[in-house]
């Protein structure tokens, strides 16, 4: 059905788990035709008659409704916010009043097959509580929430059973593994799952009516862990039903919607490939297991992925599901843990054929993420583990098992290449119960002393992940945010700063913080390229016609002023709405700041969000046709992008042009950790033809005066040794600063537990005495202000003539040797 947002009540917890309260009755029109008539998961599950979860469709309509290129879509009752639909494709039609049936994942236990199935998915549906939505089209959803859900148009009908977060009004009731959540027979949708949907025996049926018969359930294959994980990422066994799968219970999992426990076998076998441990997962349900128990368990091997296995760009995770176990014992030794030393993980990542790496035979030797998969589920420990990625608010930090490798002068790991991934980074999370021991804040550089140990487990977020049983105690390493100089008065500083989606919605804290970086730690430059200024209301509506900034830079520039800085002037140019990608609704756009008291902006009407600026000639000199202006902005390279701003400066007579870029972002590019190897860089595409036109409207500047003072700057998504910085600095009409820091210095974002460059600063030939700095102020602490750190430039700009250039060289000379006795700016 069509349906109008809902009021939603959320609290975000410390697994970020969203929950509602009394959402009100949903303003909709119930769907006419196709409805969710049943839904039941726990096929297959101990106590269980049929062997198979299923979602079940009907048509309350009077003609034939189709079904092709729609989906079901299944989320967790509780999603976090790395939850992610998962979805099944359907094909063909429903007859008036007729039925048609979903086969999804197939369980260990029950005797009684599906009929026929009209589609055949392999979600594994919680037995008790989820959220099931009949789609119209193939893309996951996105939402998690019921507002957001509600106004998501693609959806043709949804029910939320078991007290899920997602629902219709009210949530049907709680299935169970002999029960399934059905519509009445009248199929009534009155857009509240409590009154459409009562809890009862399941009774799939097909297109043909069918209600029972389908294939004998196979015999279960007696099989070892080792067995099952095999000498690939796939295990030879999957979607195989297997029994007397023993080991020793080493972790559990007792929160959240993957609820689960880890077993080891002791017997190891010889082959060094194999991994002798594997996760248990029992959805919504802890497990009544206990560490130390010697267990004997059956189920379904199922190779677990983040997202849709068909096109999944992750890699998965073998685990057993609909699983039986019996405690033969308790309080049993725990098989020694694999103690993870630099000389263990190979400084080469992955093969890579051009492809999907799963069936490769695995080389752990030879390479890092292959040792991994070894080792997958297994208890490994590191060993004073020192900090790469700070404590995010997903209670989960970065560490390096290669500490040697790459280092920082701050105690990071810099990513210098493609092919130079820090093979020794890896994610750590915490089993621990947070009131046990919280989980620690910790920066880059920081340590966990002791032993931090658990299973080795994976995520689409960071890659391969050690789920903590014990954690090492946080060891401070003084971490201090940086303080660049002041620029002289003779010198110009420009600087960039991404702050991070900013609007007036933001805390008051959030501007006092990023001006006080302005202030305190880039010491006032003259101007400041901003990037991401969100609108006046921010993400308060999508297309709601505000794109007006004013408020948000008024505020912002009010609290540099409180911080002891400038009163900075702004200039900028609103986009048209929704049309340059950002976060939904805040209309992201750069901006600049700049000390008039320091540097005169000059301004030339007719810049607007789709006219493009030029260049002219005035004797001899360049100058913009608009100011500010944009860069060609209709231009499909800048399609759901920010448009590149152009001002012209003058300082001390000098002119200088500033172009300040935002360019797409790296969403959609596969996972340098992932199964297709080497990943595919699809946002590469885009950047390089905004840097084809940065760098022609660069090159028409230079035309028009070789000697023109070019400042390029902002948050260009990319590496120094990216094709699209490689196009900007071809020939060396522009230089790329931080490609010339020393390679332990080369950073100012941290993802994944890798220090990596995708702001820059770029400058033409003229400039003058350039010196350059990246003040780190952000990226590496647990507590930030913006995700990025700025960095900045000062240099004498050029007047194009060498005999007056070299009079404001030894102006700056003197201020440099003398200027404890001169004026500061």
Not at 194 to 213: H, I, L, Q, R, Y
Not at 416 to 426: E, H, I, P
Not at 735 to 747: M, S, T, V
Request: with cysteine; charged share 15%.
């Amino acid at each position: 059905m069509r349906r109008t947002p809902v009021l939603l009540t959320a609290a975000v917890a410390s697994g970020l788990v969203l929950s509602a309260v009394a959402a009100p009755a949903a303003l909709a029109t119930p769907s006419a035709d196709a409805v969710i008539a049943e839904v039941y998961g726990g096929g297959g599950n101990s106590g269980a008659t049929l062997t198979n979860d299923f979602i079940e469709l009907a048509n309350r309509g009077t003609a034939a409704v189709s079904v092709d290129g729609f989906t079901v879509q299944y989320l967790p009752s509780s999603a976090s916010a790395g939850s992610t639909w998962q979805t099944t494709p359907l094909a063909g039609s429903i007859a008036p009043g007729g039925r048609y049936l979903i086969a999804e994942s197939k369980g260990a236990a029950g005797t009684v097959a599906l009929p026929t199935p009209d589609a055949t998915g392999t979600i594994a549906l919680a037995g008790t509580a989820a959220t099931v939505a009949l789609v119209q089209g193939t893309a996951a959803l996105t939402c998690k929430t019921v507002a957001d859900c509600a106004a998501d148009t693609r959806v043709k009908d949804l029910v939320g059973f078991g007290g899920a977060v997602v629902r219709e009004t009210n949530s049907a009731p709680s299935a169970s593994n002999t029960d399934s959540v059905a519509r009445a027979a009248s199929l009534a949708d009155t857009d509240d799952n409590a009154v459409d949907f009562t809890a009862g025996a399941p009774t799939p049926t097909n297109t043909k009516g069918e209600t029972s018969g389908g294939d004998p359930v196979p015999p279960a294959t007696d099989a070892k862990i080792h067995d099952i994980q095999g000498t690939t990422r796939l295990s030879p066994l999957k979607d195989k039903q297997v029994a007397n799968v023993t080991g020793i219970v080493t972790a559990i999992r007792a929160f959240g919607s993957a609820r689960g426990f880890w077993v080891t076998d002791p017997q190891a076998d010889a082959d060094p490939r194999t991994s002798e441990g594997i996760f248990v997962f029992t959805g919504s349900t802890t497990p009544a297991v206990a560490v130390g128990d010697a267990v004997t368990v059956g189920g379904k091997v199922q190779e677990f992925y983040p997202d849709s296995p068909a096109t999944s760009a992750y890699q998965s995770t073998t685990q057993l599901t609909a699983a039986q176990w019996v405690i033969g014992s308790n309080g049993n030794p725990l098989p020694a843990p694999t103690a993870i030393t630099p000389d263990l993980i190979s400084d080469v990542l992955v093969p890579q054929p051009g492809g999907n790496i799963e069936t490769l035979p695995l080389e752990p030797v030879k390479y890092s993420l292959d040792f991994w998969e070894s080792h997958e589920s297994e208890i490994v420990t590191l060993a004073d583990a020192r900090v790469v990625g700070p404590s995010t608010s997903f209670n989960e930090l970065y560490v390096t098992a290669k500490p040697a490798q790459n280092p920082t002068t701050r105690g990071g790991s810099v990513y210098l290449a493609y092919d130079k991934l820090n093979t020794g980074v890896l994610k750590v999370q915490s089993l621990i119960p947070f009131a046990e021991q919280p989980f620690p804040q910790a920066n880059t550089g920081d340590q966990l002393t002791g032993l931090t140990s658990g299973p080795v487990s994976y995520s689409n977020f960071g890659g391969v992940t050690v789920l903590a049983t014990a954690m090492g105690a946080k060891k401070d390493n003084g971490l201090t945010k940086e303080v660049t100089r002041r620029q002289r008065t003779g010198e110009l500083a420009v600087a960039t700063y991404n702050l991070e989606n900013l609007s007036p919605a933001n805390p008051q804290a959030k501007f006092d913080q990023l001006a006080h970086g302005i202030v305190d730690n880039l010491s006032s430059p003259d101007i400041v390229n901003l990037e991401e200024i969100q609108d006046n209301n921010g993400p308060a509506a999508v297309g709601d016609g505000v794109v007006a900034a004013d408020q948000t830079l008024q505020k912002f520039t009010d609290a540099i002023v409180a911080a002891g800085g400038p009163r900075y002037e702004a200039r900028q140019i609103d986009p048209q709405d929704v049309t340059d990608g950002g976060e939904p609704g805040g209309n992201i756009r750069v901006a600049f700041l700049f000390n008039p008291a320091r540097v005169s902006f000059v301004d030339r009407p007719g810049g607007d969000a789709t006219t493009p600026v030029g260049v002219t000639t005035d004797r001899g000199k360049a100058h913009l046709t608009i100011s500010p202006g944009r860069v060609d902005p209709t231009n499909t390279a800048w399609t759901s992008s920010r448009k590149p701003l152009v001002g012209e400066f003058v300082f001390g007579g000098r002119t200088v042009f500033v172009i300040a870029n935002h360019m797409n972002s790296k969403g959609g590019d596969q996972p340098t950790h992932g199964r297709n190897q080497p990943p595919t860089r699809s946002s590469e595409v885009q950047r390089a033809k905004q840097a084809t036109l940065l760098r022609g409207f660069v090159d028409q500047v230079l035309a028009a005066d070789h000697n023109a003072n070019v400042i390029v700057a902002g948050d260009l998504n990319d590496y120094p040794f990216s094709p699209a910085v490689q196009t900007l600095t071809a020939g060396g009409a522009l230089k790329d600063l931080i490609a010339g820091l020393p390679e332990k210095e080369r950073y100012s974002y941290v993802f994944e537990g890798q220090s990596q460059v995708l702001d820059h600063l770029l400058v033409s030939q003229a400039p003058r005495g350039v010196d350059y700095d990246v003040a780190h102020i952000n990226a590496e602490f647990a507590q930030q202000a913006s995700d990025h750190d700025p960095q900045v430039v000062r240099f004498r700009p050029s007047t194009g003539n060498s005999i007056t250039d070299a009079y404001y060289d030894l102006v700056d000379f003197l201020d440099q040797l003398l200027g404890k006795f001169l004026p500061r700016p």
